[in-house]
Every structure is written in structure tokens, then in C-alpha cells.
């Protein structure tokens, strides 16, 4: 299955500031999906991240506070801009190989902010 | 939006005893797939599930598809220190894309 390459793996900052995670995959995938698990909980999809095209947010996540790119088909990033504590989570970037294999994670991003 | 009950939250077991988990939707699924996360790391694909009925095993974990297609369970057959975890279901939102469920954390005693 294909390995992915997420980082930074933690990070402490200030709010008001943006983080960019980048995760870069070992083969080339369609879908890229990124997920947030607060501490202790599920996870919750952000949006669906395709290469060429704008991605695809869920309800509750908007663009402007969580821009994605996704340049080629190996490797996506995910900005948290104008951070609030609310935001301390860990993100994770996820793909999947086709409909009958489940996703591979990259190993997170544990963000504090403070 | 869809959501995915699983039950119990929490469990702890003694080494040795069995566990269950169980995975609760409203709606009819056309497939599970269930996940392991390792305290600090990330989720892993366990197995998915497509037929009505169906039974997998993987050693000492039997997974089980409800007859409705509305509910699963996994079982662990005589835990071990390395089943310690939280075990997720997850179900079809889309194509590709998957909601999860609450999660049970296992917590095995020594």
C-alpha cells in the first residue's frame, strides 16, 4: 500500500498565525482526503483534495480557513490560517488505492496553538 | 449529517478475556471498514465488509456484517497487551469517502 510522508509531525503556535501540512505520497492517487481528530475523539473529514480541481469541503470547514492545494497527484498540502486554540487538533491526511482497499494515513500533525 | 454509533465508549478487559465492539448506523450500508489506532499514532485499515451476513477473520479478530447491512462487530478472542487501541468503523459518505465512527477504546490489563 502506499506510504505517506506527513509533516511537520507537531507544532506549537501562536494564534493568529498560519501552519502549512504537507504530505507527500510514495505512488500517485486520485483522492487525497484530510481529516481532523480533536484530542480524544473521531475523526472528521475536511475535504476532499483532487489534483486540477478546487477540493471539496464538508459543512463546517471553508476554504478560507483551511486552503488545500493539491499540485500533482502525489503530494497535498493544508493550511490552518488565523489560528485559534480551538484549533489545537491533530490533522491527518488520508488516501485511498481504489473502492475495495481502505485509506492509509499519513502520521499526523499534532498542532497546539496557543 | 450521517452518523455512526459505536458502543461501548470505553472497555477494560483483563489479558485474556474476549472484546466486542459494535458499530450502529440508522441507514442501510453498502460496506464497513474498520480501523485500529495505536495510542499516538495514527489509524490503521483493519478490514472491510461488503455482504449482508458476511464473517472475516484476521487470527484472534472475527469481524461480522449484520444481516440489515445496518450493523457490525468486532471481536477480539483473548486480548493481548498489543490489542490496546481504539477501534473504529467507518461507513460510505461518498465514492471515496468515509465517515467515522465514535471509536471504543480498549484499555487491556496486564
Known amino acids: 500500500s502506499a506510504v505517506i510522508s506527513q509533516k511537520p509531525s507537531r507544532d506549537i503556535c501562536q494564534r493568529g498565525t498560519s501552519l502549512t501540512i504537507q504530505c507527500q505520497v510514495d505512488?500517485?492517487?486520485?483522492?487525497m482526503f484530510w481529516y481532523r481528530q480533536q484530542p480524544g475523539q473521531s475523526l472528521t473529514l475536511i475535504a476532499t483534495?483532487?489534483?486540477?480541481?478546487?477540493?471539496?469541503?464538508e459543512s463546517g470547514f471553508v476554504i478560507d480557513k483551511f486552503p488545500i492545494s493539491r499540485p500533482n497527484l502525489t503530494f497535498s498540502t493544508l493550511t490552518v490560517s488565523n489560528m485559534s486554540p480551538e484549533d489545537s487538533s491533530i490533522y491527518l491526511c488520508s488516501v485511498v488505492e481504489g473502492r475495495d482497499y481502505g485509506y492509509t494515513f499519513g502520521s499526523g500533525t499534532r498542532l497546539t496553538v496557543v | 449529517g450521517q452518523q455512526v454509533m459505536q458502543i461501548p465508549q470505553y472497555q477494560h478487559v483483563q489479558e485474556g478475556e474476549d472484546f466486542t465492539t459494535y458499530c450502529n448506523s440508522s441507514?442501510?450500508?453498502?460496506?464497513i471498514q474498520w480501523y485500529k489506532q495505536r495510542p499516538g499514532g495514527h489509524p490503521v485499515f483493519l478490514i472491510q465488509?461488503?455482504?449482508?451476513?458476511e464473517v472475516k477473520k484476521q487470527k484472534r479478530l472475527t469481524f461480522q456484517f449484520g444481516e440489515a447491512k445496518k450493523n457490525s462487530s468486532l471481536h477480539i478472542t483473548a486480548t493481548q497487551t498489543t490489542d490496546v487501541g481504539t477501534y473504529f468503523c467507518?461507513?460510505?459518505?461518498?465514492?471515496?469517502?468515509?465517515?467515522f465512527g465514535t471509536g471504543t477504546r480498549l484499555k487491556v490489563l496486564a
Open positions: 441507514t442501510t450500508l453498502s460496506n
Open positions: 505512488s500517485q492517487v486520485t483522492m
Open positions: 467507518a461507513v460510505k459518505g461518498g465514492t471515496y469517502k468515509y465517515i
Open positions: 465488509l461488503v455482504k449482508s451476513g
Open positions: 483534495a483532487n489534483q486540477g480541481s478546487e477540493a471539496t469541503y
